[in-house]
């Protein structure tokens, strides 16, 4: 019913930028946070940044300041700008969506594909 897919990711080298961007489609009513998460091999999943409904931001201590989450409401994207790449933040990078759906006043918890971010030293 609903998906989200990522773009974006790619090979870049340190001190350089990317912007990832989140669409997502279906039977959507509303959403109620969308956040990025990123895993490291060998590593759990972890927040990155997150926006609310109402356009709070939240963002982990290692990016804040090189990282800017944001969302076009009519185009039902989101994305991630991301300044100052370190190697460190080489991971696999997940859309995530807490929504509600046309046909339901529960909320539902949504992952996307997941795009490789490579930062080269």
């Known amino acids: 019913q609903v998906q989200l897919v990522e773009s974006g990711g790619g090979l870049v080298q340190t001190g350089g930028s990317l912007r990832l961007s989140c669409a997502a489609s279906g039977s959507i009513s509303s959403f109620t946070t969308m956040g990025w998460y990123r895993q490291a091999p060998g590593k759990q999943r972890v927040l990155v940044a997150a926006i609310t409904n109402g356009g709070t931001t939240n963002y982990a201590e290692s990016v804040k300041g090189r990282f800017t989450i944001s969302r076009d409401r009519a185009k039902n994207t989101m994305y991630l700008h991301m300044n100052s790449l370190k190697p460190e933040d080489t991971a696999v990078y997940y859309c995530?969506?807490?929504?509600?759906?046309?046909?339901?006043?529960?909320?539902?918890?949504?992952w996307g594909q997941g795009t490789q971010v490579t930062v080269s030293s």
């Open positions: 995530n969506a807490v929504l509600s759906l046309v046909s339901s006043t529960e909320e539902y918890d949504y």
